[in-house]
């Protein structure tokens, strides 16, 4: 079976003044289809800008990406563009819905900006908020919706579009723990629907919900270890 995400030796530096700062250092590794990927690691250690490479949200210094296969530093900001919008879908902490919107049109949003025609758009977003469970609350503003609501609006538009990963950075870090509760589910059963995840937290027992672990410190990766049950088999050691 071929890899999902492939990336080769990849580096991502910041300039400060004259210095050069290493967000990314040297990062090797792979996800496979149907994968649940927790990314942890203290604050400032790379998770999110992993997460912005891996998304095309963000390009790295030096290193290879693939996607299925193919060369993504080789694409055109324009296929760019089509990549963020057809293969991943995107959920953040704070949400990022646009108030003046319903439920629906926030999750009908990014099939505005298809480019292949795609027929019933409006029948798609509601399939979508009805997986989530808010198939009552489709014309409500987000304003009228509780954080945890707000949070499966934004997973439905993740998944609109059906992308073949779903990218989270800190989805739950606002939401108190039943709420949090709800949205891991959320996230579990849309794995064993087929799709992979990948999400960043700082939160142990969110990381002990994804089948792998992936730690990093200082930028690079101190840690890879596939859950099995009760027990772990690490592919990394731990340093």
Known sequence: MRSLVVLEHIHKRHRLGSQSVHALSDITMQIDPGEFV??????????????SIIGCLDRPSSGGYFLHGQDVLAQ????????RNRRFGFVFQNFNLLPRLTALENVGLPLFYRRDGLRNPIARA????????????????????????????????????????????????????????????????????????????????VAGRAQRTIRLRDGAIVGDSISLGTSSTSTIAEV
Do not use: C, F, Y
């Not at 509780?146 to 989805?171: K, Y």
């Open 38 to 51: 927790a990314v942890v690691g203290p604050s400032g250690s790379g998770k999110s800008t992993l997460l």
């Open 126 to 205: 509601r399939l979508a908020l009805e997986r989530v469970g808010l198939g009552s609350r489709m014309q409500h503003m987000p304003g009228q919706l509780s954080g945890g609501e707000q949070q499966r609006v934004a997973v439905a538009r993740a998944i609109v579009n059906e992308p073949d990963l779903l990218l989270a950075d800190e989805p739950t870090g606002a939401l108190d723990t039943s709420t949090r509760d709800a949205i891991l589910s959320i996230l579990a059963e849309l794995r064993r629907g087929g799709l992979t995840v990948m999400l960043v937290t700082h939160d142990a027992e």
């Open 76 to 83: 055109s900001r324009r296929r760019l563009s089509e990549l």
